[in-house]
């Protein structure tokens, strides 16, 4: 479309700069594994279940190698050299054996076993990867069976009852009121646990745990309400927290549709250790490649927490990045769905043409990416009135700035959590707007050289500012001296950093050779 | 006057408007049962002006009406400010003469609350409203340790900053989460350390009571809408007494 008249000179140098400050993280995600990695693996190949107080058996044999022999080989090579040394065929008895203290492990001296073992290891893991594969086959098959949602943006709503079976019948009822994609909000305190928590779920805080039994029901219900409605909805769960590469795996295996995957949402909001963070970061979006799954990023956050106005520049930076590491990783343009958010204080004059002008700029910079275009959070009060205008006004900047999936916001924000009318009030409005403005897009040509074009370039021209500094400082640096955001996040800080280990010589993992092409 | 009615038009029209869902499909007699609720809520005459079905078997409504409940505003109960309202540059001037060091203040989320919106407005430099937060304060050393902070990290982090005043934010309200997290707070604060030696122990949140900060074991509770400069001004007051 063209319509800011972006120099591609500066659009390839902000490109070329991500790169260079990507680089060393990319390196430094190379050459360490974590916990949740090695237990990602494990899941793939068979690994199930939880022991009687709910810590799942990936955790327990996970723990049991550490202790052995540490992280650095990996742990494929010294369970599957255990299962052959113990004769044991099923990988969740070696962890329940292993649990009890009767198995020891190691890597094997003799080449003969640690050829073996990775074999074994190779074999199991592409048990898992073919489920992955499968479930992507499908996923394409049941589009073209019951049809594809019917327009851009895709309608994006949220359910978060906490309770699994509550939340089957209100996705459902959100699919048929309009939803093209429902995503279940997890529970706040999940993204700092260390284990994925096992089984259906009935109880959460502010949302409901994400199990890979969660994921199963939620996703068959949502399948015969695809079928009954004669187009599939998707499906959208969150690979963040400590336990990012396990989410990402139990979401190709349940097919799961997107995933919100940020590559520094944890560090700098949740306060994860960043070499923790970028390591399983990209270990799962290596997966959600493999799955054909939609990623969203979370650019909006910057806006929560910072000025919109002031701060538009790190969303654009942040965008880059993403766009970097995420490509690096092996996914594909039609998978970036990188945020940006209506924050803009509305008492700001010209408010309304700024969001224009930042929308348009994420437009133009991706134009192959389904952008997340989330809406109004911090500037509504509780004046559900005036919040409606303002969704309405979000929703008008979505149609006329080709947005791919957008939130739908509810005038009750920081009031209660969504109501079924204020659902439906939200959804009166998201479909005023498409109906009434969805094609304005093509009548809309911002003048030339005028308010947003000028704005457009100005924060362009930050983004690449900035991101001469990150380069020159290093990205750790940068992370840690409070660039993004206010927080400072240093990289010998911050949750989890005990479950990283650098890799050692004979590093072993059959999931990322096979999902980087390696024998 | 302390007898006042709602207001629509005209001095002591009572109109009010509401608005509800009813878990039944629409007709004429699910009309008739909206009518009959806004009755019993004491609108009379009730005018339904507006009904639509939403889902399957539930109806949305909205319901204009006159109420004859008098309000008497004498017989509200508030927490009024009891402190006087200063500037930063006040502020850091009464703690500069009377502290001769800088007042701590250690702020968290504290439980699996993971909203910072509360406690950022409150001590980030960026601040709330146009008014800077408490970071801007020269005199006031800030530790914000963010969000999902446990009771027990919390009470380290103030014996290590030695704080003279400790904020919690709490924003998520499922099942009553934020006063069972305050009580857990003030517990471990009355465990640890004796009555002198306590920092000021503050919470705040949107659905807050702020009458009940004595019940929750807390010096003060702060709702809806507080700026920094309020929470500076009361942190002044309630360490260093009355300035000048």
Redesign the interface.
């Known amino acids: 479309m063209e319509k800011l008249g972006l120099d591609p000179g500066v659009v390839a140098r902000a490109r070329a700069l991500a790169a260079e400050a990507g680089a060393p993280v990319v390196e430094l995600a190379r050459s360490h594994t974590t916990v949740s990695v090695e237990r990602a693996v494990l899941r793939l190949a068979g690994v199930r279940g939880a022991d009687s107080d709910g810590i799942p058996w990936v955790n327990r044999l996970v723990d049991a190698v550490r202790a052995d022999v540490g992280l650095g080989h990996g742990v494929s090579v010294p369970v599957f050299a255990a299962m052959a040394r113990e004769g044991i065929d099923d990988v969740t008895v070696l962890a329940q054996k292993a649990a009890a203290g009767a198995v020891t492990f190691g890597v094997p001296a003799k080449k003969v076993e640690l050829v073996a073992a990775r074999r074994a290891a190779t074999r199991a893991a592409n048990v898992g990867l073919k489920v992955v594969d499968r479930r992507r086959v499908e996923r394409e098959r049941l589009i073209k069976r019951f049809g594809d949602a019917p327009r851009r943006p895709w309608i994006y709503l949220i359910v978060a009852t ?1 309770d699994i079976y509550e939340d089957i019948p209100q996705a459902q ?1 959100a699919a ?2 309009g939803a093209d994609v429902i995503a279940v909000i997890r ?3 999940q ?2 646990l260390d284990y994925v928590p096992e089984g259906a779920t009935r109880e959460g ?2 949302g409901t745990y994400a199990t890979q039994e969660n994921f199963r029901l939620m996703r068959a219900a949502l399948d015969e309400t695809s079928k009954e409605l004669g187009r599939y909805v998707r499906l959208t769960n969150y690979a963040s927290g400590l336990c990012m590469p396990e989410m990402a795996a139990m979401a190709g295996m349940e097919r799961l549709d997107m995933m919100l995957n940020d590559s520094m949402y944890g560090i700098l ?3 994860i250790n960043p070499i923790r963070t970028f390591v399983d970061q990209r270990f799962s979006r290596q997966v959600h490649a493999r799955a054909g799954i939609i990623i969203n990023t979370g650019e909006d956050n910057y806006l ?4 919109a106005v002031e701060a538009a520049h790190t969303v654009t930076v942040s965008q880059l990045m993403n766009e970097f590491f995420a490509h690096e990783a092996g996914l594909e343009d039609w998978q970036l769905g990188l945020g940006h958010a209506f924050e803009i204080n509305p008492e700001v004059p010209e408010s309304f043409r700024l969001e224009l002008a930042h929308a348009l700029l994420a437009r133009e910079l991706f134009p192959d990416a389904p952008l997340k275009w989330m809406p109004p959070t ?1 500037h509504m009060t ?1 004046d559900v009135f005036r919040g409606n205008l303002l969704d309405g006004f979000f929703n008008l900047v979505g149609a006329l700035t080709g947005q791919g999936i957008l939130l739908v916001g509810m005038m009750t924000e ?1 009031v209660v959590t969504p ?3 204020d659902r ?2 939200a959804l009166q409005n998201v479909r005023y707007v498409l109906n009434g403005a969805g094609n304005l897009h093509e009548d809309f040509v911002p003048a030339p050289g005028g308010f947003i074009q000028r704005r457009a370039h100005e924060v362009l021209g930050e983004a690449v500012e900035l991101l001469e500094r990150i380069v020159a400082d290093s990205m750790l640096t940068a992370i840690a001296d409070g660039t993004f955001g ?2 400072k996040r240093p990289a010998d800080r911050g949750k989890g950093l005990d479950g990283v280990a650098r890799h050692d010589g004979d590093y072993f993992n059959p999931v990322t050779n096979a999902l980087e092409g390696l024998r | 006057m302390s007898i006042v009615r709602p207001y629509g038009d005209t001095t002591g029209d009572g109109m009010v408007q509401v608005s509800f869902t009813l878990p039944v499909t629409h007709d004429k007699r699910a009309e008739g049962a909206a009518i009959q609720l806004a009755n019993k809520m004491g609108l009379d005459p009730a005018m339904l002006v507006h009904a639509k079905p939403m889902g399957e078997g539930f109806t949305f409504f909205v319901v204009y009406g006159r109420v004859t409940h008098l309000v008497d505003t004498e017989k509200v109960q508030v927490v009024e400010r009891d402190y006087p309202l200063l500037s930063a540059k006040d502020v850091n001037a009464v703690i500069k003469r009377k502290l001769r060091r800088r007042l701590s203040v250690v702020g968290a989320c504290i439980g699996t609350d993971a909203h910072t919106v509360g406690i950022d407005a409150i001590l980030n430099v960026k601040g709330i409203a146009g008014e800077k937060g408490l970071e801007y304060y020269r005199e006031l050393a800030v530790t914000n340790m963010g969000a999902q902070v446990s009771v027990p990290e919390l009470v380290e982090t103030a014996r290590a900053q030695k704080a003279d005043a400790v904020l919690v934010s709490q924003v998520v309200t499922q099942r009553d989460a934020h006063l069972q997290n305050t009580r857990a707070m003030t517990a471990a604060f009355r465990e640890a350390m004796p009555a002198g030696k306590r920092p000021l122990l503050i919470v705040g949140g949107p659905r807050f009571d702020e009458l009940m900060a004595a019940e929750l074991g807390v010096d003060r509770i702060f709702g809806r809408g507080t700026t920094p400069r309020e929470v500076a001004s009361y942190l002044v007051h309630a360490l260093l007494g009355d300035q000048k």
Do not use: E, H, P, V
């Open positions: 906490g009822a048929r009121a529970s706040t305190g993204s700092l805080f502010a909001f949740r306060d929560t927490t910072a000025d911090k509780g920081a109501w079924l009318s439906d009030i206010i927080m």
